[in-house]
């Protein structure tokens, strides 16, 4: 008798535990049901510019028939809407649509669209009558032709610096440089072309910097600019390397310092002869004034002068 009312309530006790999952269980779905739930298939998604795009909002549960829902996008921390009221509004309108119940799809997605969007769904008649999903989208842009900078010529043990730049892409551009068709490696001596090569490579500023051009350097440069989106050219430029002719500049200075000072002892010869000298006025070649109008001069011997010899005739 004892032995059965103890396995009794044995298997009462054992069977509390259970009953409380079962009820907790069953309280849980009561509330799914009563509650709206969203959930998305993407929270961060990308698309290529001018590319269609779906920021999914999908509604798990809901018991209200006719719920509000809403999409903002939020570009600098300042949020602004893009579908109210059932309508497609702001930057968006004409180039989206809503897909039922809740996804946005942009049709032709441009670089001002990468910013952070949520969607939120109001449903007054359940519990818990609000959610809202928040999705970050990034538009990605293709580089543009990038600005290329290559030097004409070089001559031999100089420093030279190639440029290229582009500021379209988004992501960032990163870039390559080329030599006769021919990528340059980041380390000349991976590279047994590149070996000899004395030069700094920066994918990230588009610099190729050499430290001493050698023959071998000479050819034609073109720059890639390269992010997810694709990828841009600019045309090849000729980059010629030249010897400095020591032999040739020593010559035209020994010419030119040859020929000053020719000219200067010309000038100091000349000078010596009297070319430069000035004539002075002396008594032997001095030109007496010309007579006035009934006036005679004569000469004295001591004072070699002129004076009246007759007065004026009225």
Known sequence: MYSRTEHFIDSKMALTPLAC????????CYISTLAVMLRTTNGKPWVNEFESIELSCMIESITTSNPRIEWKKIKNGEPSYVYFEKEIAGDLEKRAKIREPATLVIL??????????????????DQK???????SLVV?????????????SVPVGKPAELHCVEDEGYPKSQYQWFRNKEEIPEDPKTSPKFL??????????????????????????????????????CGPQL?????????????????????????????????KRGYFTSQ???????????????????????????????????
């Open 196 to 233: 000899n090569s004395t030069y700094t490579l920066n994918g990230e500023m588009g610099t190729l910097k050499f430290s001493a051009v050698r023959k071998d350097d000479a050819g034609a440069y073109y720059c890639r600019a390269r992010n997810e989106a694709g990828f841009s050219e």
């Open 129 to 135: 009558s609000f959610d809202e999903i928040l999705i």
């Open 280 to 314: 002075k006025q002396t008594g032997n070649n001095y030109k007496p004034p010309a007579k006035g109008d009934g006036v005679d001069y004569v000469r004295t011997e001591d004072e070699g002068d002129f004076r009246h010899k007759s007065s004026f005739v009225i």
């Open 239 to 271: 980059m010629e390397v030249y010897d400095i002719n020591i032999a040739g500049i020593i010559l035209g200075v020994v010419v030119v310092v040859t020929v000053l000072l020719c000219i200067t002892v010309g000038i100091f010869c000349a000078y």
């Open 108 to 125: 032709n997605a441009t670089r001002s669209d990468t910013a952070d969007y949520r969607c939120e769904v109001t449903a007054p008649s």
């Open 21 to 28: 999952v079962l009820l907790l269980l069953s309280m849980q």
């Open 140 to 152: 990605r842009v293709k580089p543009v032709v990038p600005r290329c900078s290559v030097p004409k």
